[in-house]
């Protein structure tokens, strides 16, 4: 199975370490030092427990060096897709899997999925529907990825924790390839759950982060400090009773309360999130594929969300006026 991976970062690397211990030629997609390490070094990655992987990579700059490949792992940024998205036609031929691994609510979030909402397009993630010309839904399989992992150096991954990843059909079936994937990903390493509605999974994931990502980048604090402080913690908890009002309506119930989850995250310490490192870092920020669909998809069942529009409209003010958005 030919390989690529478009998004040379942490998680990238991660599942590209992955695939190609699992036997198959991987190449990546890469730029500036990014590229010339990978070149030289390979993809390498430090796992949780020490131990040092390193794989021999494929890397270029332009994809259509690379020719139609069999599975292309799309790991990038949110705010780049649609860019990605065109520059990615060479890689994709008639049987090729686009696996998303990226943060929020993708472009294809209601294909074969939603009931009432089945097939609407979410203009906030993917304006124009530029992303669903570029990458047929037919191509798609969605995951969610559960590990934390950051850039050691360029093509250096650091495994912190976690080490799961779950994958699913758009429409719920349980394909020939998608089990083919989900055991190839297994024998590379990873812990992999096949799921019967993948959007549960993601909305799931997106509940918590939805609003400490947000809040994390308007603050500067980290989650320990955002729910340790009253009233913010009451304003987390009234934009997730939003969310899971919207989940409630498009078949994606949440059995929890906003309290339960803040348990899960209190666990993990004094936490910074990916938005609070993109704006450290003068990153574009994530902001409609976590804040900005949620808002859309309440329009489009009805539901309100005076909540999470207020800090949607505060997160992108702060985001636009520091250039990131």
Known sequence: MKVCIYGAGAIGGWLGVALA??????????RGDTLRALQADGLRMRRADGTLAQVPVTAHSDPTALGVQDLVVVAVKAPGLPDVARAMAPLIGPDTIVLTAMNGVPWWFLDGFGGAAQGRALESVDA???IAQAIPARHVVG?????????EAPGFVKQHFGNRLIVGEPDGSQS???QALADTLQRGGIDVEVSSCIQKDIWFKLWGNLTMNPISALTGATTDRILDDD???GFVSAVMLEAKAIGDKLGL????QPED???????????KTSMLQDVEANKPMEIDALVGAV???????????????????LTRLMARTRGLY
């Not at 211990?21 to 890469?30: D, E, L, N, T, Y």
């Not at 995951?143 to 850039?151: A, G």
């Open 261 to 271: 989850r803040h348990a899960v995250t209190r666990k993990l310490g004094a936490f």
């Open 295 to 313: 808002r859309e998809l309440g329009q489009i069942t009805g539901t309100p969300t005076p909540h999470t529009g207020a800090l949607l409209g």
């Open 253 to 256: 119930p949440i059995d929890q």
């Open 143 to 151: 995951s969610v990825v559960h590990t934390s992992c950051s850039l």
């Open 176 to 178: 020939a390839r998608l």
């Open 231 to 233: 009233l913010v913690r």
């Open 128 to 130: 124009g529907g530029v």
């Open 21 to 30: 211990q699992a036997g198959h030629p991987v190449s990546m997609v890469a």
